[in-house]
């Protein structure tokens, strides 16, 4: 059996803990009271405190940043609704995720972090759903793929945005045909086709 005799101060931290309880239990008690009281003022209209399941997105977005105080996201809106930016290391964008002002769709791009914009697109509309694969020193898009009632279509452009060659396809009757178109990219002049077709002068 222990002497308490020979354990000096065991008792006296022993009162100290207990105290140090009691303490806290009555400032959580007296904190526990205000905010009942101030709740009770907000559900009677007397005080205007915020919704805690609403945000108001301020003037240039909500900013989030990493703990060394760098950028790494955004969330905003424009006239298409709201949108989300994701940011690099460099603070550079690399993904926005957002609705779309065309067809009211939703839109994902994808940047190469460098700065510039959207090098893969992914849309979704009124009409289907499109990827676009976009040049990085241009911006133009350079491969497009895009569905909608009427089939599918894939198109590769020229550097200047300009359909080069289209596959497709083309309703004839109660038949359903593929086909490829070669043009010329800047004049849109088509050169080969199949199934043949009169040639754009």
């Known amino acids: ?38 709740w009770g003022q907000a559900s009677n209209g007397t005080s205007q405190l915020p919704s805690v399941n609403q945000i108001t997105l301020p003037k240039g977005g909500l900013l989030f940043k990493t703990s060394e105080g760098k950028l790494a996201a955004k969330l905003d809106a424009d006239e298409g609704g709201g949108f989300l930016v994701i940011y690099n290391t460099s ?5 926005t995720i957002g609705a779309s002002t065309y067809g009211g ?21 009124d009409q289907g759903g499109s990827i676009s694969l976009l040049s990085q020193k241009r911006g133009k898009r350079v491969v497009e793929l895009s569905a909608d009632d009427d089939g599918g279509i894939v198109s590769v452009n020229g550097p200047t945005g300009d359909e080069a060659v289209t596959i497709g396809t083309n309703e004839l009757g109660s038949m359903i045909n593929g086909t490829i178109e070669v043009r010329e990219s800047r004049s849109g002049k088509l050169l080969w086709s199949a199934p043949p077709t009169a040639r754009q002068e």
């Open 1 to 38: 059996m222990v002497n308490e005799a020979h354990t000096p101060g065991r008792w006296t931290v022993g009162k100290g803990q207990y105290a140090l309880m009691a303490l806290v239990m009555m400032v959580a008690g007296t904190v526990g009271v205000i905010a009942g009281r101030s």
């Open 91 to 95: 603070e550079k964008v690399a993904v």
């Open 105 to 125: 769709g939703g839109l994902i791009g994808l940047s190469s972090g460098k700065g510039a914009g959207d090098v893969l697109q992914l849309a979704g509309h």
